[in-house]
Structures are given as structure tokens and as C-alpha cells.
């Protein structure tokens, strides 16, 4: 069939009354359609990922128990330590944070860890890419902002470092 043979069925049941047309040609089938806009064309099921809520980012101000075991232990901390001037580290990216390379390995760094412009220091997962997120201060961990495994928004803190 020819391009502009289908082009003009289109035409004729977007123009029509018709809500759908189906031709069969020398062995080729085409089958018009409007779509319809009323309950019956609501889809039977729905991902999950839609009618769930999804959580909202937990704010930096808000403190929440750690039920994580000893590995674990050292949670992020939500309000920021008085008295010195610290660097945020900021997520690049909208994701969803990871502390480790892989469920069971060890966390990149640590509170108190030392790092390096270019230190690795999480992971942010968006669009099922893993993005590393590179230190790019030297100095020491002294806050870790976001819970393993938490959305994250755009230039939301991720860490604060304490300069060298």
C-alpha cells in the first residue's frame, strides 16, 4: 500500500463520524482508529510505580532512627555541626542515592573518611545509569546528609566536608 493512500484513510476517519476503519489490500491488512476518550479505554492495569505515592525527599532539618545494623551504624545526621564552615557536596543529578558500590559491599566512604578532589564517593542511580559522585573538595567527611537508597533531587547536600 502506498504512503499517501494510508495518509488519506487516516484523514478520512479523523474528519468522519467513523471510529475505526480496517481495509485489506492484495494481502495487506490497515486497520484505522480513533482513540476514545471514555472508561472503556482506561487501561485494566496499571503499574504499581502510578498509583502508589511516591515518598516525598526527607528534609535535612527532619532526624530519623537508624534500625541499621552495626555496619550501618553511622547514619546520616540531619542538622549541621555549629561553629565551622563546611563544604557541601551536592547532588549533580535527580536519583536515587547509593552509599556502596553493591548491596553487600562496604560503604564508599565513612564519617571521618579523608578524601580528595576525585574520591568517589556514592553513587546516584537515575534513569538505570549509575552516576558516581566525585569529591571535588579535599578534606574530611563530617556529615553524610541522605539515607542509602533515598531519592534525591538537583544540587540537593549529600555530604558536608570539612576542608583540608
Known amino acids: 500500500m502506498d504512503l499517501n493512500y494510508i495518509r488519506k484513510l487516516v484523514r478520512l ?3 468522519s463520524g ?15 482508529s480513533k482513540a476514545r476518550h471514555n472508561s472503556s479505554a482506561v487501561p485494566t492495569y ?12 526527607q528534609a535535612s532539618a527532619e532526624v530519623r532512627p537508624n534500625p541499621a545494623p552495626a555496619a550501618e551504624a553511622q547514619a546520616p545526621a540531619t542538622a549541621k555541626p555549629e561553629g565551622k564552615k563546611y563544604h557541601e557536596v ?9 552509599r556502596a558500590p553493591a548491596p553487600n559491599a562496604d560503604p564508599y566512604i565513612q564519617i571521618g573518611s579523608s578524601v580528595q578532589p576525585g574520591t568517589v564517593l ?8 549509575m552516576n558516581e559522585i566525585e569529591s571535588d573538595i579535599g578534606g ?4 553524610i546528609l541522605v539515607e542509602n537508597m533515598q531519592p534525591v533531587e538537583y544540587n540537593q547536600p549529600l555530604f558536608l566536608v570539612e576542608p583540608a
Open 13 to 15: 476517519v479523523d474528519e
Open 18 to 32: 467513523v471510529d475505526e476503519l480496517e481495509i485489506e489490500e492484495e494481502g495487506t491488512k490497515v486497520r484505522v
Open 46 to 57: 496499571i503499574p504499581q510505580y502510578i498509583t502508589q505515592p511516591m515518598p516525598a525527599p
Open 90 to 98: 551536592k547532588s549533580p543529578i535527580v536519583g536515587t542515592f547509593y
Open 122 to 129: 556514592c553513587i546516584v542511580e537515575a534513569m538505570k545509569l
Open 140 to 143: 574530611t567527611i563530617v556529615q
